[in-house]
């Protein structure tokens, strides 16, 4: 008969002051020597930040009008695969090619730099952060038992979660972008207030010229509706995510926060954050 084995979780640990656990870190040298191309395209963001829909606005920019099959039988997370997880991009068979990381900004290879990618990270405040990162830990067994809320809660603030400190990423991609003029640094609130505003932002970036017809078609197919319907980009084809749980494409929204958080809570927080985001020009959104 069937031996049924539930996946375990892995272990958190420090790795070179980030927590992490042995996926984002087991191909450390490989990932470290990675030879970029100067048009690859680098999706780097914190997770829950917004990596598929910045994923899926790029696959459709360069791809959709190109390989429309590949909209219809690639996962978006085959198309654009984890630099940590280096067997897939290995064979990416596309020029660009399009990657994904969360890797804090000093992990990021340097060929990256020296071939001066276009960078794109993607920043959503804080706590709307927190409540999908703890809904996607609970469903996703490749991550650490996120336990209870209050529990969580805390050890977000303390950065004792996969990739580590909320507050190190955004800050430190941050500060990289005022220097490099190849990172284009987007929020999630602004994606969700105007997402035509924002392709239009990333295209000039990108050097992307689409047609009015084009970005329209892009624009609605990225929305939230879609994108859950959508089995190519909603993660129902992931084997080690538990949808009797939850499922990926949870709410898509600002605010969701004000359900989980408690007035003290809150009040935690605020008291926290200010101590932590020194930066006046760093400036999330918690509401639209
Ligand atoms: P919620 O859990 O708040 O719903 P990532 O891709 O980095 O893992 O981020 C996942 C989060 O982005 C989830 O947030 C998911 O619902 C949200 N998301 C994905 N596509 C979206 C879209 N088209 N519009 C709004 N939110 C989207």
């Not at 290879?109 to 405040?125: L, M, T």
């Not at 239009?200 to 689409?210: E, I, N």
Request: net charge neutral.
């Amino acid at each position: 008969g069937h031996i049924w084995t539930l996946p375990s979780r892995p272990e958190l640990f420090d790795f070179r002051g980030v927590s992490m656990t042995h996926f984002f870190t087991d191909n450390w040298e490989n990932v470290q020597n990675f030879k970029a191309r100067p048009d690859d395209v680098l999706i780097a963001t914190y997770p829950k930040a917004g990596t598929t829909w910045v994923s899926y606005i790029l696959d459709l920019l360069y791809f959709g009008q190109t390989s429309p099959e590949r909209q219809t039988s690639v996962p978006i997370y085959e198309r654009v695969p984890f630099l940590e997880l280096i067997e897939l991009y290995l064979l990416l068979p596309t020029s660009p090619r399009l990657i994904k990381t969360h890797f804090p900004v000093q992990f990021v290879p340097k060929s990256f730099w020296e071939q001066n990618c276009k960078i794109i990270y993607v920043a959503r405040n804080a706590k709307d952060n927190m409540v999908s990162y703890f809904h996607f830990d609970s469903m996703a067994m490749i991550e650490p038992d996120p336990g209870d809320w209050n529990n969580y809660f805390q050890r977000f603030m303390q950065g004792k979660v996969v990739t580590g400190s909320w507050y190190d990423h955004v800050n430190g991609w941050w500060k990289k972008k005022q220097t490099s003029p190849n990172v284009h640094y987007m929020f999630y609130e602004d994606l969700v207030e105007d997402t035509g505003r924002e392709i239009d932002k990333l295209c000039s970036f990108l050097g992307l010229s689409p047609s009015e017809d084009e970005r329209k078609r892009i624009t609605g197919g990225v929305q939230f509706d879609k994108m859950k319907k959508n089995n190519m980009t909603n993660y129902s084809t992931h084997a080690r995510m538990d949808f009797k749980t939850g499922s990926f494409m949870r709410k898509g929204r600002v605010g969701d926060w004000k359900n989980h958080f408690t007035v003290a809570q809150n009040e935690e927080f605020d008291e926290d954050y200010k101590k932590k985001m020194k930066d006046p020009t760093l400036q999330l959104r918690t509401d639209l």
